[in-house]
C-alpha cells in the first residue's frame, strides 16, 4: 500500500445524460445557444451536457426548438442522470454546483 494521500481535483462543472433523440438533440441545442463555455458529447445512446457552475433548461425553450407542445414530466423521462444539486420547477429545471 502507498502512503501517498490521492489528489483529488476540485470541479464546480455541473451536467446532465439526456436518452438519445429529438427531445435530447433540442435540449443540447438550447442548452449551446444559452452557454457558450458548455461541452455537448454525442453518444449512440446519450447526450452528454457539461457546463460550468449552473445550467437551466427551460422547458418553453425546448418546445420551441421542437416546433410542438413539450412538458416537464416529459423531459424527466429522457433525463437518465445528473451531478449538481437540482431544483425542478414547472417550467424550468436548474442544476447547480452551489451549496446553499
Excluded: C
Excluded at 464546480?12 to 441545442?29: Q, Y
Excluded at 416529459?74 to 449538481?84: A, E, Q
Amino acid at each position: 500500500m502507498s502512503s501517498e494521500t490521492p489528489h483529488i481535483e476540485e470541479r464546480d462543472n455541473v451536467g446532465v445524460k439526456l436518452i438519445a433523440g429529438e427531445e435530447a438533440d433540442a435540449a443540447a441545442a438550447t442548452v449551446a445557444a444559452s452557454y457558450p463555455d458548455a461541452v455537448i458529447e454525442h453518444y449512440p445512446a446519450y447526450i452528454s451536457i457539461e457546463v460550468p457552475k449552473r445550467v437551466t433548461f427551460e422547458i418553453e425553450r425546448i418546445a420551441e426548438q421542437l416546433g410542438r407542445p413539450y412538458d416537464m414530466p416529459t423531459f424527466l423521462v429522457i433525463l437518465s442522470s445528473y451531478n449538481g444539486r437540482i431544483n425542478v420547477e414547472d417550467n424550468r429545471i436548474t442544476i447547480s454546483s452551489e451549496l446553499g
